[in-house]
Structures are given as C-alpha cells and as structure tokens.
C-alpha cells in the first residue's frame, strides 16, 4: 500500500533520497501539474490535462511521472477555510487513494490559498482572462509543490 500522508516528515521519510516530485492541482474538469527538480529547490508549472474518465486520467498522470522519473506526488488537499474537510476534499483523498498502482508516497498539502495566489500574481501581470485560464491549472499545481519543497527542506533545518 503507497503512503498517503499530510505530515511531511513521514513523507520526506518515505522518500530518504529526494527525487522528482508531481505537483497536482485536482479539480473536476481539469488537473493542473507542476514538477520540481530532484533535490527540492525548484517547482514549475508543467500542464494541465483535461479530466475524461479516471481510467484515461490515470494513464495520463503515469505518462508524465515515467517521463519525469518522479518518485513522489505532492497534490493540494482544497480544504475549507477553517481547515475542516469539504466535499471537494473528500473528492481529492478518494482521488489520492485511487492513485495507489501508482506505488508512490503522496503528500496531501493544504491548498486553500494557491488558486487565489496565482490568479492574483497573473492580475497584477496584466495577463488575459483566456490566458488566466488557460494556465491557472499548472500554475496552482506549481505553487502547491513550492510551498510542499520549502517546507520539506525546512525539515533539514530544525524548523
């Protein structure tokens, strides 16, 4: 059974070598992906896929993790704003559960913030609303794995 976990230090226990990692966004249309560098430093946006059905998704997310070599997934739990569960969230665990062929650890980390951080950064670029859109997807996933790599690197360092 691959470990699912919101506790970073069973994670980064689970992963004692570092390695890629998979940022996902997971909504009901799309899944945004981010991947960062194998020593944790960097996240980037990578794509977003359309969803069609699990199946089909499934084999999407395999493509680019194989591609990638990642040895882990980090996806963005959307809880709400008082840190309890919602409906969405429990969408998202089943989704994270339903990812076990995988045989990856997954980090379920807080999300509540990343849509609005990125949709804001891209205001104040001036960016399109059809580019907003296009984009927003990567662009979360991406902000959610910086956010998991700062604080898996702060482990290291006593905080």
């Given at each position: 059974m691959?470990?699912?976990?919101?506790?970073?230090?069973?994670?980064?226990a689970a992963l004692p070598n570092g390695g890629k990692l998979v940022g996902l966004d997971v909504g009901t249309k799309t899944i945004g992906i981010a991947i960062c560098d194998a020593g944790w430093h960097f996240a980037g946006p990578s794509e977003t896929i359309r969803r069609?059905?699990?199946t089909?998704?499934?084999?999407?997310l395999r493509r680019i993790i194989e591609h990638e070599h990642a040895r882990g997934?980090?996806?963005?739990?959307?809880?709400?704003?008082d840190g309890s569960d919602s409906p969405r969230?429990?969408?998202?665990?089943?989704?994270a559960r339903n990812l076990a062929p995988l045989e990856l650890p997954i980090l379920l980390w807080d999300e509540r913030w990343s849509t609005q951080a990125v949709e804001r950064a891209m205001i104040e670029a001036?960016?399109?609303?059809?580019?907003?859109?296009?984009k927003v997807d990567a662009l979360a996933a991406a902000h959610i794995l910086q956010g998991a790599i700062d604080?898996?690197?702060?482990?290291?360092?006593?905080?």
């Open positions: 691959a470990l699912i976990t919101s506790s970073r230090s069973e994670f980064a069609v059905k699990f089909q998704d499934v084999d999407s997934l980090v996806i963005g739990l959307p809880l709400n704003m969230t429990q969408s998202v665990r089943t989704f001036d960016v399109s609303r059809a580019k907003r859109a296009e604080a898996l690197a702060n482990l290291g360092n006593g905080s």
